[in-house]
């Protein structure tokens, strides 16, 4: 209140001299807005009714291409490079074994614990031979898988190194767990 007992004035008549017209405008543009009865109907026509049919054609049968003769030497190479791989770990897994079995209840870092461990990375290193030859099949099967060519052969050769990789990760598992960590 002011000292006159009387409530001040809000200062809002330039502001509302503003607004006037913009209300009046909407309130007359209202005014041209269409009856909502006349929109026309979002139902199905009679021209969208006509359907057709197209005969259904089976696709050609065809026969995926040959493997090469190189392909089938690189694939003999490398089951010859995972099976070298597997022979010398298995030259090497029973002085691993017997290491393993001296260090089996002695403590971590031990002299005996350390030789068992030096002796499981080399059985590790033999295996990963065998995994990088399943890698260079696993990119042949993908690269001919592509080509749409026939995968048969190389689908074959990846079996028998997984195989191969398989039975030396058992071994592995095996001696890994025997082993103190």
């Known amino acids: 209140m002011t000292a006159a007992g009387k409530y001040p004035r809000p200062c809002y008549g330039p502001v509302m001299r503003s607004l006037l017209p913009v209300a009046a405008l909407s309130l007359i543009l209202s005014a041209c807005a269409k009856d909502q009865g006349e929109y026309p109907s979002l139902a199905r026509r009679p021209v969208e ?3 057709g049919t197209a005969p259904v054609v ?3 049968e065809v026969a995926p291409p040959a493997p090469s003769p190189e392909l089938s030497g690189n694939l003999e190479q490398l089951v010859a490079k995972a099976r070298a791989a597997d022979a010398r770990f298995r030259d090497n897994a029973p002085r691993a074994r017997a290491l393993v079995s001296a260090a089996a ?3 971590v ?3 005996s614990w350390s030789v068992a461990t030096v002796a499981l990375a080399d059985l590790e290193s033999q295996r990963s ?3 990088i030859a399943l890698a260079d ?3 042949l099967y993908a690269a001919e898988g592509i080509k749409l060519a026939d995968t048969s052969a190389i689908a074959a050769a ?3 190194v997984i195989s191969i990789v398989g039975e030396e ?4 598992n095996g001696l890994k767990s025997r082993l103190r960590s």
């Open 49 to 51: 009714r006509i359907s």
């Open 58 to 60: 089976a696709p050609a």
């Open 105 to 107: 209840g002695a403590a």
């Open 109 to 111: 870092a031990s002299e």
């Open 129 to 131: 031979q065998a995994m």
């Open 137 to 139: 099949l696993d990119a």
């Open 158 to 160: 990846r079996d028998q």
């Open 169 to 172: 990760d058992t071994v592995l």
